[in-house]
Nanobody, 124 residues
Framework: QVQLVESGGGLVQPGGSLRLSCAAS????????IGWFRQAPGKEREGVAC??????????YYADSVKGRFTISRDVAKNAVYLQMNDLTPEDTAVYFC???????????????WGQGTQVTVSS
Protein backbone atom coordinates (compact mmCIF):
# COMPACT_ATOMS: atom_id res chain seq x y z
CA GLN A 1 0.00 0.00 0.00
CA VAL A 2 1.45 3.30 -1.10
CA GLN A 3 1.65 5.77 1.76
CA LEU A 4 3.18 9.21 2.25
CA VAL A 5 3.41 10.72 5.72
CA GLU A 6 4.51 14.30 6.30
CA SER A 7 6.01 15.55 9.54
CA GLY A 8 8.03 18.45 10.87
CA GLY A 9 5.47 21.21 10.73
CA GLY A 10 4.84 23.60 13.56
CA LEU A 11 4.90 27.20 14.70
CA VAL A 12 7.94 29.27 13.82
CA GLN A 13 8.75 32.96 14.00
CA PRO A 14 9.33 35.02 10.85
CA GLY A 15 12.88 34.52 9.62
CA GLY A 16 13.02 31.07 11.16
CA SER A 17 13.52 27.66 9.59
CA LEU A 18 11.79 24.30 9.49
CA ARG A 19 12.55 21.00 7.83
CA LEU A 20 9.62 18.97 6.64
CA SER A 21 9.90 15.24 6.11
CA CYS A 22 7.94 13.01 3.75
CA ALA A 23 8.26 9.35 4.67
CA ALA A 24 7.31 6.95 1.89
CA SER A 25 6.20 3.36 2.36
CA UNK A 26 4.86 0.66 0.09
CA UNK A 27 7.04 1.81 -2.81
CA UNK A 28 10.58 2.89 -3.59
CA UNK A 29 10.31 6.64 -3.78
CA UNK A 30 13.64 6.96 -5.57
CA UNK A 31 11.86 5.85 -8.76
CA UNK A 32 9.19 8.51 -8.39
CA UNK A 33 9.10 12.24 -8.81
CA ILE A 34 8.21 13.88 -5.51
CA GLY A 35 6.55 17.24 -5.14
CA TRP A 36 5.88 19.49 -2.17
CA PHE A 37 2.69 21.51 -2.22
CA ARG A 38 0.98 23.88 0.15
CA GLN A 39 -2.51 25.19 0.71
CA ALA A 40 -3.28 28.28 2.73
CA PRO A 41 -6.79 28.98 4.05
CA GLY A 42 -9.06 30.19 1.27
CA LYS A 43 -6.44 29.59 -1.40
CA GLU A 44 -5.81 26.91 -3.97
CA ARG A 45 -3.14 24.32 -3.44
CA GLU A 46 0.14 25.36 -5.07
CA GLY A 47 3.31 23.49 -5.87
CA VAL A 48 6.47 24.82 -4.25
CA ALA A 49 9.22 22.30 -5.08
CA CYS A 50 9.75 19.01 -6.86
CA UNK A 51 12.53 16.54 -7.54
CA UNK A 52 12.87 14.08 -10.37
CA UNK A 53 13.35 10.39 -9.76
CA UNK A 54 16.88 9.21 -9.09
CA UNK A 55 16.62 7.05 -12.20
CA UNK A 56 16.10 10.23 -14.22
CA UNK A 57 18.54 12.92 -13.20
CA UNK A 58 17.26 13.88 -9.77
CA UNK A 59 16.95 17.50 -10.84
CA UNK A 60 14.90 19.95 -8.82
CA TYR A 61 12.55 22.79 -9.60
CA TYR A 62 11.12 25.52 -7.40
CA ALA A 63 8.30 28.01 -7.49
CA ASP A 64 9.52 31.58 -7.74
CA SER A 65 7.98 32.36 -4.35
CA VAL A 66 10.34 29.98 -2.55
CA LYS A 67 13.40 29.93 -4.79
CA GLY A 68 16.55 30.57 -2.78
CA ARG A 69 14.78 29.86 0.52
CA PHE A 70 13.51 26.27 0.19
CA THR A 71 15.54 23.18 -0.69
CA ILE A 72 14.14 19.77 -1.61
CA SER A 73 16.30 16.70 -1.08
CA ARG A 74 16.13 12.92 -0.89
CA ASP A 75 17.46 10.26 1.43
CA VAL A 76 17.21 7.09 -0.62
CA ALA A 77 18.28 4.86 2.27
CA LYS A 78 15.44 6.20 4.42
CA ASN A 79 12.96 6.29 1.53
CA ALA A 80 12.24 9.89 2.43
CA VAL A 81 12.19 13.35 0.90
CA TYR A 82 12.74 16.58 2.79
CA LEU A 83 11.88 20.23 2.37
CA GLN A 84 14.25 22.58 4.14
CA MET A 85 12.54 25.95 4.56
CA ASN A 86 14.58 28.99 5.56
CA ASP A 87 13.79 32.66 6.03
CA LEU A 88 10.12 31.89 6.54
CA THR A 89 7.50 34.62 6.31
CA PRO A 90 3.83 34.70 7.36
CA GLU A 91 2.96 34.18 3.69
CA ASP A 92 4.45 30.68 3.98
CA THR A 93 1.76 29.68 6.47
CA ALA A 94 -0.15 26.73 5.02
CA VAL A 95 -0.72 23.01 5.19
CA TYR A 96 2.17 21.35 3.36
CA PHE A 97 1.71 18.15 1.41
CA CYS A 98 4.08 15.80 -0.36
CA UNK A 99 3.05 13.87 -3.44
CA UNK A 100 4.55 11.15 -5.63
CA UNK A 101 4.15 10.11 -9.23
CA UNK A 102 5.88 7.51 -11.36
CA UNK A 103 5.77 9.65 -14.50
CA UNK A 104 4.70 13.23 -13.85
CA UNK A 105 7.25 15.83 -12.72
CA UNK A 106 6.30 19.44 -12.06
CA UNK A 107 4.33 21.76 -9.81
CA UNK A 108 0.83 21.02 -11.05
CA UNK A 109 -1.63 18.86 -9.11
CA UNK A 110 -1.00 15.87 -11.35
CA UNK A 111 0.55 13.49 -8.84
CA UNK A 112 -1.06 10.12 -8.16
CA UNK A 113 -0.25 9.75 -4.48
CA TRP A 114 -0.65 12.30 -1.72
CA GLY A 115 0.04 12.57 1.96
CA GLN A 116 -2.31 14.05 4.56
CA GLY A 117 -0.31 17.21 5.16
CA THR A 118 1.43 18.98 8.00
CA GLN A 119 0.62 22.46 9.27
CA VAL A 120 3.23 25.21 9.09
CA THR A 121 2.45 28.47 10.85
CA VAL A 122 4.78 31.44 10.65
CA SER A 123 3.90 34.04 13.23
CA SER A 124 5.46 36.20 15.90
Amino acid sequence: QVQLVESGGGLVQPGGSLRLSCAASGFASEYYAIGWFRQAPGKEREGVACVRSVSSDGSTYYADSVKGRFTISRDVAKNAVYLQMNDLTPEDTAVYFCAADRFYYGLDNMYDFWGQGTQVTVSS
